[in-house]
């Protein structure tokens, strides 16, 4: 996010994650921008919108409509915008058509989906943030961006290693560049050593790069990534059977399908272009029958899971994990 810090304001801030902490993490830092050096209990008010109860508009659209008083600027900020209903979405979005001089607007989201009139009034006043982290190029950028808005530097190494280590959890990385920057000081660069004592927890990765282990047939890859992923905290094995499950369905279901490019395996399966791409180049390259086995495997364990075998559920997903990893290994083409 690009900092408004020295800036004039917009007058409506819209902040859409999938991720809440992600959310707040930028709600906070633009907050932080816009205050600068002025007094947040004169110049910011607070609202939040819950799930499930009725929103009380009126307030909020007298915050951002009252002229600022002995102050130059006014900022009005609504929490869990994503859960608001309809009418007070339309009131807000009416209160955006003549924004007052001054007065600055931040819908922070989480909770469902920003109403798609205020989101297009949010639009024309201001902007709109939206902070995308589902694949590993959003992540990367994400990361690129606020690394090179940080108070430190990264070496090579120390950027690499703490890209590998947040995985998914990258609500962390704020907070790690400043307390970095109060143990070494602002601008420093930092390296490996530097960066280590700080790290703290191993973050959660996606449950893709499981999958692409395990098609690539890398046993001892596949297997600390299910480490990591089901560490104290993690994922449930439920949810990576089910997700193994998804995926070799998936196969099976190009096996005679009429599907001559990655576009044709997207539209047969309602799924973007990407997965779409590494599915049909997947599909290609094995030999017949291995997509049925692996859906057997995969059964077998989900009995398992269910008491069959009397094992704990990291070490079902294990050992089926090491399975499908050697019949993808000997079945390609």
Not at 245 to 256: E, I, P, S
Not at 285 to 309: E, F, H, Q, W, Y
Request: proline content about 5%; overall charge negative; aromatic content about 4%.
């Amino acid at each position: 996010m690009t900092s408004s810090r020295g800036k004039e304001p917009k007058a409506a801030y819209a902040i859409l994650a999938e991720d809440e902490a992600l959310v707040a993490n930028e709600t906070a830092q633009l907050v932080a921008d816009l205050l600068g050096d002025r007094d947040a209990s004169l110049v910011l008010e607070e609202h939040r919108a819950e799930r499930g109860t009725e929103f009380e508009v009126g307030p909020v659209i007298d915050a951002f409509l009252t002229p600022p008083f002995l102050i130059d600027r006014r900022i009005v900020l609504v929490r869990g915008a994503g859960n608001l209903t309809a009418e007070p979405a339309k009131a807000l979005a009416l209160a955006l058509a003549e924004p007052p001089t001054g007065a600055v607007l931040i819908l922070a989201g989480g909770g469902g989906t920003l109403p798609a009139p205020l989101k297009k009034a949010v639009k024309a006043a201001g902007e709109i943030i939206e902070i995308a982290t589902r694949t590993g190029g959003q992540r990367k950028s994400y990361l690129d961006e606020h690394l090179r808005a940080g108070p430190v530097r990264l070496n090579a190494q120390a950027r690499a290693m703490l890209t590998d280590h947040l995985g998914e959890d990258l609500s962390r990385l704020p907070g790690l560049l400043e307390t970095l920057a109060a143990a070494h000081g602002e601008g420093i660069t930092i390296d490996v050593a530097m960066l280590q004592p700080f790290l703290g927890k191993q973050g959660s990765v996606p449950i893709y790069e499981l999958v692409d282990a395990i098609d690539a047939g890398t046993t001892d890859a596949a297997l600390k990534i299910v480490a990591r992923m089901m560490g104290p905290g993690g994922m449930s094995a439920h949810v990576v059977i089910a997700s193994f499950d998804n995926h070799f369905t998936q196969l099976a279901q190009l096996d005679g399908a009429e599907a001559t490019s990655p576009a044709d395996v997207a539209s047969l399966l309602g799924i973007a272009e990407y997965p779409a791409k590494k599915l049909w180049g997947l599909r290609s390259s094995l030999d017949p029958g291995v997509i049925r086995t692996a859906l057997g495997l995969v059964a077998d364990a989900d009995l398992d899971l269910k008491g069959v075998s009397g094992l704990d559920e990291r070490m079902i997903v294990e050992i089926l994990v090491a399975r499908l990893c050697r019949r993808m290994k000997g079945a390609k083409r």
